[in-house]
C-alpha cells in the first residue's frame, strides 16, 4: 500500500475537510493523487502557503510552505 499525506493541516485544509492520509493500491497512483492535490491547493487555497510533494518510502508527503511574496 501507498499512502499520500500532509505534514501540517492548515486552516485552508482544514476547512476543505480533506482527509489524511489517502491510501492506494500502486505507487503511480498515490504520486499522481499526490500531485493533483498540491496542484488544487496551489491554485485554490488562500496563497500564503504553497504545498509540494515530496516521496519519501511508500507515502507521498505533501508539506506546507510560506508562500513567497511576488515582487513587481
Known amino acids: 500500500m501507498y499512502k499520500v499525506d500532509i ?18 493500491n500502486t505507487k503511480e497512483e498515490a504520486e499522481i493523487e499526490a500531485l493533483k492535490l498540491a496542484n488544487y491547493m496551489n491554485g485554490n487555497f488562500c496563497k500564503k502557503h504553497r504545498f509540494v510533494v515530496n516521496e519519501e518510502g511508500d507515502t507521498f508527503m505533501i508539506y506546507v510552505e510560506i508562500a513567497c511574496p511576488q515582487v513587481s
Do not use: D, I, L
Open 7 to 24: 505534514e501540517k493541516k492548515c486552516g485552508c485544509v482544514k476547512k476543505a475537510e480533506m482527509e489524511f492520509p489517502k491510501t492506494f
